[in-house]
């Protein structure tokens, strides 16, 4: 059964960084598109990043661009988001999910057929 597990959130000052994590299991990542996003309180969820590992494919939001990195851990079926030079409106319930296939990867919440339960994260100083 495909498990998608978020970790990494929390509190950070404005301008720190975080580095979030997805745990994967029960599917093989090179088969599958992943992907991370966010909802902020109020706010509809917005796609972030998202990396097609077979075809060394990453995509960032305009907004994250030069700011975020998304990778994979490979070993570990981890799926990291380095977020660096984090400002208050970065504040959001950070979410990763997949969907099987490879290629372009779009930041359209609804392409993603399976999620996590998503990771906190409030950059206040």
């Known amino acids: 059964q495909l498990h998608l597990v978020e970790s990494g959130g929390g509190l950070v000052q404005p301008g720190g960084s975080l580095r979030l994590s997805c745990a994967t299991s029960g599917f093989n990542l090179d088969e599958y598109v992943i992907g991370w996003f966010r909802q902020a309180p109020g706010k509809e969820r917005e796609g972030v990043s998202c990396i097609s590992d077979r075809v060394s494919t990453t995509q960032y939001a305009a907004s994250v661009k030069g700011r975020f990195t998304i990778s994979i851990d490979n070993a570990k079926n981890t799926v990291i988001l380095q977020m660096n030079s984090l400002k208050s409106e970065h504040t959001a319930i950070y979410y990763c999910?997949?969907?099987?296939?490879?290629?372009?990867?779009?930041?359209?919440?609804?392409?993603?057929?399976?999620w996590g339960q998503g990771t906190q994260v409030t950059v206040s100083s």
């Open positions: 999910a997949v969907f099987r296939g490879f290629g372009l990867c779009p930041l359209t919440s609804r392409t993603y057929t399976n």
